[in-house]
């Protein structure tokens, strides 16, 4: 799996969009992105993930550059609730056996009111 | 509603003690994980399972240990060769076969357990 770096941290205003960002120069052709996040003292949550075209669900965009190489998660409107840990993970697809996660340091996201 | 359950919240072993934590989903999901979480760091994968009465070890599965008898319990044991057992545990779940493979990486946690040594 490509590795990622993320900010240690970022702070947000609440109802303000946030944007964290997560390079991936290593990606390979069959690696997705995923976006975790993990609200303290509790279980990490999925987000969203996508391979090159622009992604958006309930909760986030996920928007992917062109060379694949980075990618930048969008809360829209961030809530107090949206304080935590968010996780960049880049991974094949499919996996001979197991299908570990690594949560690498992740971006601590502190929303403001 | 449909999740992942652990158990108990808060847990604690004295020396030379076994201790076993909970974990039970009803997604149907086939695939089950134990992750360990150490203080402002990332998670470890200690043991998975991918289907029933099968589980392989993960990067740091000494002291522990696992049975999986059925779909929906994928329970760990921290055993007393686990020196330094302090950590908040993470159970997961994911659909494995018929869900895709992209649905493979979408795994669903559990609250945790944090498991201190008095």
């Known amino acids: 799996d490509a590795k990622t770096t993320q900010p240690p941290s970022m702070d947000c205003a609440e109802g303000r969009a946030a944007n964290l960002p997560c390079n991936h120069s290593?990606?390979?052709?069959?690696?997705?992105v995923y976006w975790y996040r993990q609200i303290h003292s509790q279980g990490p949550q999925y987000i969203i993930h996508g391979l090159k075209n622009n992604e958006t669900n309930e909760m986030a965009s996920l928007i992917i550059t062109e060379d694949r190489k980075s990618s930048t998660l969008i809360l829209p409107h961030a809530t107090l609730r949206d304080t935590a840990v968010y996780y960049c993970?880049?991974?094949?697809?499919?996996?001979?056996?197991?299908?570990?996660?690594?949560f690498g340091g992740g971006t601590r996201v502190l929303v403001k009111p | 509603d449909g999740g992942i359950t652990q158990s108990p919240k808060y847990l604690f072993r004295k020396e030379g003690q076994n201790v076993t934590l909970s974990c039970e989903q009803n997604?149907?999901?086939?695939?089950m994980y134990w992750y360990r979480q150490d203080p402002g760091q990332g998670l470890r994968l200690i043991y998975y399972?991918?289907?029933?009465?099968?589980?392989q070890k993960g990067d740091i599965a000494e002291g522990y240990s696992v049975s999986r008898e059925k779909k929906e319990s994928f329970p760990l044991t921290v055993t007393s060769a686990q020196k330094n057992p302090t950590a908040f545990y993470l159970c997961?779940?994911?659909?494995?076969?018929?869900?895709?493979?992209?649905?493979?990486?979408?795994?669903?946690f559990g609250a945790g357990t944090r498991l201190s040594v008095l």
């Open positions: 399972s991918q289907i029933v009465n099968d589980f």
């Open positions: 290593t990606i390979s052709g069959n690696e997705y």
């Open positions: 997604l149907n999901h086939d695939a």
């Open positions: 993970i880049v991974r094949v697809s499919e996996r001979a056996a197991g299908n570990k996660l690594t």
């Open positions: 997961a779940s994911s659909i494995d076969r018929g869900g895709g493979a992209l649905a493979k990486n979408i795994q669903y």
